[in-house]
């Protein structure tokens, strides 16, 4: 259905333009003038106040919070490596100097631990978001430390390198809560933070280095991993102060590094450190003896050496903690005057600004009054009523109902004046924009009838030569043509559509919903492969059964189009709760989700006809849907299909559907008996046979065509509701014999399908009279009080001769006869029952109204309304009674 689905570019960028722009007084775009500007440097104005006032504000809250957290993090750092060498040395020598020593210093850690996590968790609020992270998660890391200990004091329970590896990720801890907390908004802050955080880890690896001889020195030897560690911390420490530190000492800083370098304890630590470096070719003896690496006679003093350094390094780490505090002090201040002058002078701006605004406003304000009344007046109330009754098609006095406006000439005056010209120019398009509508309308209405009064000619001659020729083959071509000249009929009524006017197809009583789909698949090229599955006991109001035809032809036709040719369309018919439902399901390619949603915006809101968007429009089929749907009060909608193409719903509702007794066209049917139901037709009906005409005519419902005596009655197909046969699946039919219910169900030289088994029928038996059986015909039985007596079953009767068992039938009297084969006369009559659906399909979708251009001719002779069928009921199958 992608015929009547696809946007063209053209429609949507038409209508992107027929938008209003959005137009200002002249005061307002002289305030604009000026304020825009004024607002855009109050705007940056304020905002560079706000940043600089939230950096000074963020920067203050950063240094005071280092400074707090800047002591307890150090001293914790100091404490336990601290005990990390104590613990060292106790676990070395398990003596009680030494475990006393261990006591005393884990009080002290726990003191600055405690302090630490105190701030951890006071000033959390405060601390910037890396340092508030951290700090809670040293802080819970530092919970572990009781444990720790009990495991260090039960010697064997726990391992050196554990317990080790514990301390050692602790102090690293806190090293990585400092360098949060130099993470500041400022750069020079930052960097200066940077340096003190190299300087702690240049202390941290001395401290280890220290519990590695500390452990090593009452056994006088060096295992081989921790001389590797010792050379590795030597090397980083040594690193560190002399390429990272030393080179970007600030001058004030360079007097505490010299005192601390210069010192002989500091000369005694490094030649102890090169002594034990010096012992790289120990290790080969050591591993021959397996006693490890003999330390040297020179660390017999390391202790004193390190207690010597001990002030004049933590001297110089707190002169540099103090000076990225003064640092951070400075660069706030700095921060905040800069505020102050910004706050100063983006306001001297604002308030000279705002004072030229006024100013010019008022002055231009007070010329331009007089031309506002004058205009306002005219542009948003008579202007568009004038314009709205053109477009309604009214006559107006444009001198009256829009005058121009007189305000002066000069440059105000100029404005008016190029306001009238527009006026003029926007009054003279909409007249002739409603005259080209107008004529456009009428040209279309007149040619429309005009084509479908000749449509309907031809038609009648083609009904005569029908009548009048026998011969298959020139049959089937008249058919052809038949049929094309039905489906022209209908798309000259689109263009009546279009115009907004009503086809001349109309009915005045109830017609079968089957009836109006068999009717609308009848239009339709490719009806052959339409599957209809219809319930048979619904009718649809006769008002409305001629745009419904219409309306699901349109469907129907871009289902078989948009879809492989080897594939059925399946219409499926049923009452629901609210109406009645009818599925157009195709197999073809589909639309994306964007084009489902834009036909289904325009099936639920009709556009307005344009002629010129339709000329570039190709989707006429959709317009015409709409524009009926809207009209019916019907709702269609498209989907999906599960089988890759597209599901077109159409809900008719209950005001539009009649329930009550049997259909119209079938009043004897609820009369009739229960039969088995094939998937045959009717065949033609003798000429001895009785009209069933004169017997039903005064109460069929609309549609009911009189029948001429030997004129073939055809009925609906019904067929099993077990499965539908593919296209692959159909075959010849056998030849029929001239007394069995046979109608092709195809023109000549297409594939009608085959025959299904017989099954129990879903729906009551046709309304027509059956065809007299070939034997003599059975005396009627009468009961003792002179009734008709009821029917008798006779087996196989009702079959056709290809499907009996026996190659011998029996009459109802009992008589045994011999089947024969077809005769000519009975071929032409098959054929003369097909001709005769065609008849019923093209007369189903002709109008009854009797004007010049729009009438359409009824039967000849009956005066009656053409009851909706199929086309050529060849492919078209209908199911009675099949859920939707």
């Known amino acids: 259905m992608r015929k009547l689905m696809r946007a063209p570019r053209a429609d949507r960028t038409g209508a992107a333009r027929s938008r209003p722009r959005r137009t200002f007084t002249i005061r307002t775009l002289l305030v604009l003038l000026t304020v825009v500007p004024l607002v855009s440097m109050v705007a940056l104005w304020a905002i560079a106040t706000y940043r600089l006032a939230d950096h000074a504000s963020g920067l203050d809250n950063e240094v005071s919070v280092a400074e707090r957290a800047g002591t307890p993090s150090y001293n914790t750092m100091i404490s336990l490596q601290a005990e990390r060498r104590l613990t060292a040395a106790w676990m070395a020598k398990p003596a009680p100097a030494a475990a006393d020593a261990l006591r005393a210093q884990r009080v002290k850690t726990d003191e600055a631990v405690k302090q630490f996590v105190a701030f951890a968790k006071s000033g959390a609020r405060e601390t910037p978001g890396n340092a508030v992270r951290r700090a809670r998660e040293v802080a819970a890391e530092l919970a572990q430390l009781p444990d720790a200990r009990r495991q260090v004091d039960s010697i064997g329970a726990i391992g050196r390198d554990r317990w080790l590896k514990f301390y050692t990720s602790q102090i690293a801890d806190q090293i990585s809560v400092v360098q949060a907390l130099a993470e500041t908004s400022d750069t020079d802050v930052t960097y200066a933070g940077q340096f003190l955080v190299i300087q702690f880890r240049a202390g941290e690896a001395l401290a ?167 205009t306002v007046e005219l542009g948003t109330h008579r202007l568009p009523m004038v314009i709205e009754r053109l477009q309604r098609g009214e006559r107006v006095d444009l001198a009256v109902e829009a005058p121009e406006v007189d305000a002066g000439r000069d440059e105000i005056g100029q404005v008016a004046s190029a306001f009238n010209a527009a006026q003029r120019a926007a009054l003279d398009g909409a007249v002739q924009l409603a005259r080209q509508r107008e004529g456009f309308a ?286 692959a699946e159909r075959a010849e039919p056998a030849p029929a014999e001239p007394d069995v219910s046979v109608r092709p169900t195809a023109p000549a030289g297409t594939d009608p399908g085959p025959v299904p088994a017989p099954e129990p029928a879903s729906t009551p038996a046709p309304r027509h009279a059956r065809p007299a059986p070939t034997t003599a015909p059975a005396v009627e039985e009468t009961t003792p009080d002179g009734r008709r007596a009821l029917p008798r079953r006779v087996r196989q009767r009702n079959l056709p001769m290809p499907l009996r068992t026996e190659t011998a039938t029996t009459s109802e009297g009992g008589v045994r006869t011999e089947a024969k084969p077809s005769s000519p006369r009975e071929a032409a009559a098959t054929l003369s029952s097909f001709r005769f659906a065609s008849q019923r399909a093209r007369e189903a979708s002709e109008p009854t109204a009797a004007d010049d251009e729009s009438a359409i001719a009824t039967e000849p002779g009956t005066g009656t309304e053409p009851a909706p069928g199929p086309r050529p009921a060849a492919g078209s199958t209908t199911h009675p009674g099949e859920p939707s």
């Not at 110089?316 to 905040?336: H, I, L």
């Not at 800069?338 to 705002?354: E, K, P």
């Not at 029908?466 to 071509?477: G, I, S, W, Y």
């Not at 419904?548 to 036709?557: G, K, M, R, Y």
Request: charge should be negative; include cysteine.
């Open 208 to 374: 280890q280095e220290d519990t590695l001889v500390s452990f090593s020195l009452p056994s006088g030897r060096l295992s081989q991993p921790d001389y590797a560690a010792f050379v590795q911390n030597v090397g980083v420490r040594r690193h560190s102060i002399d390429d990272e530190i030393e080179p970007f000492l600030p001058p004030a800083s360079r007097a505490g590094y010299l005192a601390l370098t210069q010192t002989p304890a500091w000369h005694d630590l490094v030649s102890m450190e090169n002594a034990i470096i010096a012992t790289v070719d120990a290790p080969r003896e050591a591993r021959a003896a397996g006693s490890g690496i003999p330390i040297p006679a020179e660390l017999a003093s390391w202790r004193s050496v390190l207690d010597r350094l001990a002030e004049p390094a933590s001297a110089f780490d707190f002169a540099r903690v103090d000076q990225v505090f003064a640092a951070g002090d400075e660069a706030t201040s700095d921060t905040w005057n800069q505020v102050y002058l910004l706050s100063a002078i983006g306001l001297a701006f604002v308030v000279i600004g705002g004072v030229l605004c006024w100013r010019i406003t008022r002055a231009v304000r007070r010329r331009l009054f007089l031309l506002r009344d004058a």
């Open 442 to 727: 009428k040209v279309f209405v007149n040619t429309a009838l005009r084509t479908q009064s000749l449509v309907n000619r031809q038609i009648g001659e083609l009904d005569t030569m029908e009548r009048r020729h026998q011969d298959p083959e020139l049959l089937r071509e008249l058919f052809t043509i038949d049929h094309l000249a039905t489906r022209l009929r209908r798309y000259e009524e689109n263009l009546v559509v279009l115009t907004g006017n009503r086809p001349g197809r109309r009915w005045s009583r109830p017609v079968r919903i089957v009836d109006v789909v068999r009717g609308a698949v009848g239009e339709v090229e490719d009806y052959h492969r339409v599957e209809v599955y219809s319930d048979p006991d619904v009718q649809l109001s006769g008002p409305a059964v001629g745009g419904v035809i219409h309306l699901l032809a349109e469907l129907v036709e871009n289902a078989t189009m948009f879809s492989p040719p080897d594939t059925p369309v399946h219409v499926r018919a049923a009452a629901v709760a609210k109406g009645v439902a009818i599925e157009i399901e195709d197999r073809g390619l589909g639309m994306s989700e964007a084009e489902y949603e834009s036909a289904n915006r325009q099936l639920a809101v009709p556009t307005t006809f344009d002629v010129i968007a339709l000329a570039e429009d190709v989707r006429m089929g959709l317009f015409v849907v709409a524009q009926l749907a809207d009209r019916l009060g019907v709702g269609v909608t498209l989907r999906p299909s599960p089988y890759g193409g597209t599901l077109a719903i159409v809900f008719l509702p209950d005001e539009l559907i009649t329930r009550e007794g049997g259909a119209p066209d079938e009043p004897d049917r609820a009369a009739a008996p229960f039969e088995p139901a094939t998937a045959i037709v009717a065949a033609a009906q003798p000429a001895s046979e009785p009209n069933s005409a004169t017997t039903h005519e005064a109460d069929e419902g609309p549609g009911f065509v009189p029948e001429s005596p030997g004129r073939p009655h055809p009925e609906p197909v019904v067929r099993s509701l077990d499965r539908i046969p593919m296209p």
